[in-house]
């Protein structure tokens, strides 16, 4: 092994860690006047800075060891992460194996693992399997388990884990060649293992074989890109060399959704099967000249089917791989450049990870917080689950229709709360009310448009001994009378289109109390619907006896005498300048009665509506639902408060979302507090505190 320090120029050091490996950056400088801090070197070579207590340190294991303290709980917290589930609330930093059929993908994780993945033809991968690696001490014993759905498998020895798998996959998937995007959990704890946590996809299938669903492919397709188009993971691509690599499908997924290739590192398998004289292709691609990628390749080689049938021992595989690597004229100089061989593709990969966990804490930290803020809101619109108890079921029904009767109450007062682009319910109203002096206004220009036409039609037919500009009464009363009559069925209209208003208030109101509950909201409805009807129809026989009212031609006659005034001094209209007398004395005494009759319509209208539609209608519909409690033997507490499934469901799996998170979040500060990491004020950097190692 090399030497423990690699002197850098400006007399730092990069410290490797027991795989020959420099620690990965963390930050560009550390705090001033502390002792306590490292700054460690990125794969990029880029210098760190070294305290002066590190010169005290006599073993280079010693420093091995303290790394693999800090290695190892990076992984740890994603893994912990991933298995409280947090991946179905939001992405976590995570390496996903993919890769066409028969790409050398299962003999790559094989030498990773040490143990026997599932073979063979077709699809082998019909669940995503992720895969845990966890080094321990040399003479500690081997260990595995397996976890899926409900069940945890012990395994004793490397021979059960392909069984078992396969056995896993057919209770989740099926018997069959179907997939499953359920997740499949593989623990091992063993010394000959990297610490690394991949998860291994379905390999991409292009035609659909025997009993495979037609689409399979696209199926796998949609689950590789699910997890791949996440900005968390890494895309390790497996492509074997004896095929065109830009013709291969699972390169092209990774590069659509990784343009620049930066979450990209491709792996080559097979390098033994390239023919003679096209090694200097497979030299160019890992050179990053024919499709770049800016975390490069890797070249490995692993068992094939025929070593496997020889009985060929993953370790044995490991020294032939070396063997092949040194002996070639190719590829030695990759080996040189630690891009050949499982053992510094291992080494690359735990590198890879623990720095991508780093660089994406920052991030997580800020993103479980917003998504329990956004849960916990969720959460607060479905309201508490039903209690157990008969007593304690109709204390929550009675507090229900109490918080429901309260927001209608506040409705009546025009006092209830409203997000920000709406407007409450009188706000709307008001504004139909506003259209209905307007359609007034309008109907006293058009009466001044039409009256020549009238007076002359009337005087012509009716006139009698009278002299030009002593108007007929009667002629006044029937032109009055008809123009009030022309704007009864606007107002019904109105009150259609309040009505209207109302009911979709109410009805949203009802449903944001009682959603959650179908036979208290059908009741609810049901109350809601016939007492609209009814408080409709009484609205409608006020509306109709006040115009009945209106056309009793009368006024006070102070106010009448103050209205002809002002019609008189303000003049003539244009329409009656050539006009006679009689026309012009008529259109004084209509505009001042009219003028009097809409302002009445004007405000009498609004008055019904409000007194019938809203405070008497809203006053029955509370009096109605509270009856329910009241009407305590025909009342089933219990139906009523049957809930809805899918709602039920929903609260459930908002409130398991809900405690993943905040268990995520204390997983975290104890991981910060134990480590003892601070963020810096950018993202792009964090210290790491080693206080309490040295």
Not at 304 to 333: V, W
Not at 521 to 541: F, H, M, N, P, W
Request: aromatic residues 6%.
């Amino acid at each position: 092994m090399a030497s423990h320090r690699k002197s850098k120029s400006d007399g730092s050091s990069a410290v490797p860690n027991a795989l020959g490996i420099d620690i990965f950056q963390l930050l560009p400088s550390p705090p001033p006047n502390s002792k306590s801090f490292i700054t460690i070197s990125s794969s990029s070579g880029a210098a760190g800075t070294v305290p002066a207590v590190l010169n005290d340190m006599q073993e280079n294991t010693t420093l091995n060891a303290q790394y693999e303290e800090k290695v190892r709980p990076c992984i740890d917290l994603i893994d912990s992460l991933r298995s409280l589930g947090v991946e179905k609330d939001l992405a976590l930093p995570a390496i996903a194996v993919i890769g066409d059929q028969s790409s050398g993908k299962s003999s790559v994780l094989e030498a990773l693992s040490g143990v026997s993945l599932p073979r063979g033809a077709g699809i082998v991968t019909r669940c995503p399997l992720v895969l845990k690696l966890k080094k321990v001490k040399v003479g500690k014993p081997w260990e595995g388990r397996l976890l899926y759905k409900d069940n945890e498998v012990k395994l004793g020895s490397t021979a059960e884990v392909e069984e078992e798998i396969r056995r896993a996959q057919d209770i989740i998937a099926g018997k069959g060649e179907g997939i499953s995007e359920e997740m499949i959990n593989l623990e091992i704890k063993s010394s000959e293992v990297p610490d690394l946590t991949l998860i291994d996809l379905p390999g991409i299938a292009r035609v659909a074989v025997g009993n495979q669903p037609k689409d399979i492919g696209e199926q796998i397709k949609r689950m590789i890109r699910k997890q791949i188009d996440k900005q968390e993971t890494i895309s390790l691509v497996v492509v074997p060399c004896n095929v065109d690599i830009a013709t291969t499908e699972a390169l092209k997924m990774a590069k659509e959704v990784d343009p620049s290739g930066e979450r990209t590192l491709g792996i080559l398998t097979k390098p033994d099967l390239v023919d003679e004289g096209t090694e200097v292709k497979i030299v160019a691609v890992m050179r990053n000249l024919v499709i770049p990628l800016k975390k490069g390749y890797m070249i490995v080689k692993c068992r094939g089917q025929k070593d496997i049938n020889a009985n060929q021992t993953l370790a044995e595989a490991i020294k032939k791989e070396k063997a092949f690597f040194e002996d070639h004229l190719h590829f030695r100089p990759l080996l040189n450049a630690k891009k050949a061989t499982v053992s510094f593709l291992a080494e690359r990969l735990t590198r890879e990870l623990v720095d991508h966990i780093c660089k994406s804490l920052p991030h997580l930290e800020n993103q479980i917080e917003e998504k329990l803020q956004t849960t916990v809101r969720e959460l607060k619109k479905y309201g508490e689950a039903v209690p157990r108890s008969d007593k304690e079921k109709l204390t929550f029904l009675i507090e229900k229709i109490q918080r429901f009767n309260d927001n209608l109450s506040e409705v009546s007062r025009a006092e209830e709360p409203v997000e920000a682009e709406e407007s409450r319910l009188f706000t709307k109203i008001r504004k139909e009310f506003q259209k209905w002096k307007q359609q007034l206004d309008q109907k006293a220009t058009r009466l001044e448009e039409h009256l020549r036409d009238e007076v002359e039609e009337y005087s012509r037919m009716y006139r009698g001994k009278e002299l030009p500009g002593f108007i007929n009464y009667k002629t006044f009363e029937v032109i009055v009378k008809q123009n009030i009559d022309d704007m009864e069925e606007p107002a019904v209209h109105v009150l259609k289109i309040i009505t209207d208003l109302i009911r979709a208030d109410v009805n949203m109101i009802a449903t944001n109390h009682f959603k959650a509950f179908p036979n208290l909201l059908r009741v609810t409805k049901v109350y809601i619907e016939d007492l609209r009807g009814q408080a409709e129809k009484t609205s409608e026989e006020m509306m109709r006896w006040q115009f009945k009212m209106e056309k009793i031609v009368y006024s006070q006659d102070s106010l009448y005498s103050y209205q002809l005034a002002t019609s008189k001094q303000r003049g003539v209209s244009p329409f009656y300048t050539y006009t006679n007398a009689d026309i012009k004395e008529m259109a004084h005494h209509v505009h001042a009665y009219f003028k009097i009759a809409s302002d009445r319509l004007a405000n009498q209208i609004p008055l019904i509506l409000q007194y019938h539609m809203v405070q008497q209608y809203i006053s029955n519909v509370q009096t109605s639902v509270l009856e329910l409690i009241g009407e305590r033997e025909d009342t089933n507490v219990e139906q009523l408060l049957r809930e809805n499934g899918e709602i039920a469901q929903e609260r459930h799996a908002l409130q398991c979302s809900m405690e993943r998170l905040r268990k995520a979040q204390q997983h975290l500060a104890k991981w910060f507090m134990c480590e003892a990491w601070a963020p810096t004020p950018g993202l792009s950097g964090r210290w790491i505190w080693v206080t309490g190692l040295f």
